[in-house]
């Protein structure tokens, strides 16, 4: 699947006749080649994995690019809305647009009752404390523990995580299994990698943390922590 952009410049641009049948690719294009960009959306015949060899290997760079070589790679522009979500701000955006999608939708899935503001949804394994306020545009993920008097908004807590009694946490991806004191405060694009421990009463401001890390000490300021 492709689908089209208004800047072909940011990315790899796919170009194919009129039939569809891709002829090459072209990575983020100074002079304009077309406006379809692979929407990361594949359909394969078995076969494809004869083509790839026992090693790391990237399909988008070296597998497609042989299979247009010998008109095996065909494609089809997707109609619907499309959005990279590979940086962790895009991904918060993205969410935030399903789980308002999911609203208009009346659906089920989200959480409704006391302390849920706006779209949320929480897996039903998960565990929320009491005096709590989630939302708007909260993911809470299986067998995830949420303390009492916590703050969640525009964050995704994934699996196996657990957040202290009244941490406070905004647009901020909180890795599994990872453990979120009492007292934290954590925003501003905060990513945190798997199996991460935050001591109370901290303030992670803009922290990318690699995964198994302790944080015994603020970060005040964006930086990643190795």
């Known amino acids: 699947m492709v689908t089209k952009v208004e800047e072909p410049s940011k990315y790899g641009v796919v170009v194919a006749n009129e039939e569809g049948k891709i002829e090459k690719f072209v990575e983020k294009p100074k002079v304009f080649v ?25 399909i988008e760079k070296e597998i497609f690019p042989k299979m247009a070589e010998e008109n095996q790679l065909y494609c089809m522009t997707l109609p619907d809305f499309w959005m990279d979500v590979g940086q962790p701000k895009d991904f918060l955006a993205g969410t935030g647009l399903y789980l308002e999608y999911l609203e208009k939708q009346n659906s089920s899935e989200l959480a409704k009752g006391a302390g849920f503001d706006g779209p949320v949804l929480v897996d039903p394994s998960a ?20 303390g009492d008097g916590v703050r969640l908004k525009d964050t995704v807590v ?11 946490v905004s647009n901020s991806i909180l890795g599994w299994k990872s453990n979120i ?5 954590i925003q501003n694009i ?12 901290l303030f992670i401001n803009g922290g990318q ?18």
């Open 181 to 185: 004191g009492k007292w934290v405060r």
């Open 34 to 58: 077309g406006n379809k960009i692979n929407a990361g959306i594949y359909i394969f015949n078995p076969q494809i994995l004869d083509r790839i060899e026992a090693r790391p290997t990237s």
């Open 190 to 201: 905060s990513v945190l990698g798997q199996d991460v421990t935050v001591s109370d009463e």
């Open 158 to 168: 994934l699996e196996g995580t657990k957040v202290g009694d009244n941490s406070w």
């Open 127 to 146: 565990k929320v404390g009491a005096g709590c306020k989630i939302g708007p545009n909260v993911v809470i993920g299986p067998n995830c523990r949420i």
């Open 209 to 226: 943390i690699l995964p198994h890390k302790s944080i015994s000490e603020s970060v005040p300021e964006p930086k990643i922590i190795m």
